[in-house]
């Protein structure tokens, strides 16, 4: 047997998605996104969204519509999403149903309720929201979802988790770069 350093489901160059491999050299932000009540809870892994500021904020993400989370969200009206640190790995991965999780994701960390959701233990920083009342919009493979932020917590800050090329890396500033103040 010889173990070959190469993805053994990889396709061959000229048949994958250009589109998907424009998508894969973006760096995005990992985020745990869930809803539903301690008997129905559902989550997902989301690195395909968007942060807007206004008044109010919105959170916009791209879910699948059969997702276990988007009916959650659906029946519920609201959602948490979780900024994911480096130690959410093996968690991003259960929730991105790419990795085994006996039990299910759930089991793999800490939560407690929200009025929004559960909310992951540890977790950084994290929005409680609701949906808009706007229809999802269908894109690519997915739905265009727009949550309204309506609370937003921070805890101890902590290196982002992100994803780039199928693989997770993270960052950590040694020391705040500004740009400088433009002269008079």
Known sequence: MTISGEHPFLPPEADRSPVRRLRGRLAS???L???????????????SLLVA?????YVAGVLDPLSELWDA???TGAAVVAVLG???RQLADAFGYVAPAPGGPFRLA???????GPVLSGAGCW????????????LGWGQLVQLE???VEFGEEQPPLIHRRGRYATTAPERDVRAPEPSS
């Open 127 to 138: 929005a409680g929201c609701r949906l808009s009342d706007r229809p999802p919009v269908p």
């Open 110 to 116: 800490e939560w407690s309720q929200s009025e929004w």
């Open 86 to 88: 480096w130690q959410h």
């Open 73 to 75: 969200l659906h029946d």
């Open 149 to 151: 932020v309506v609370h």
């Open 29 to 31: 932000p990992v985020t």
């Open 33 to 47: 996104w869930t809803a539903g009540p301690p008997d129905g809870r559902a989550g997902l892994t989301v690195s």
């Open 53 to 57: 500021d206004g008044d109010p904020g």
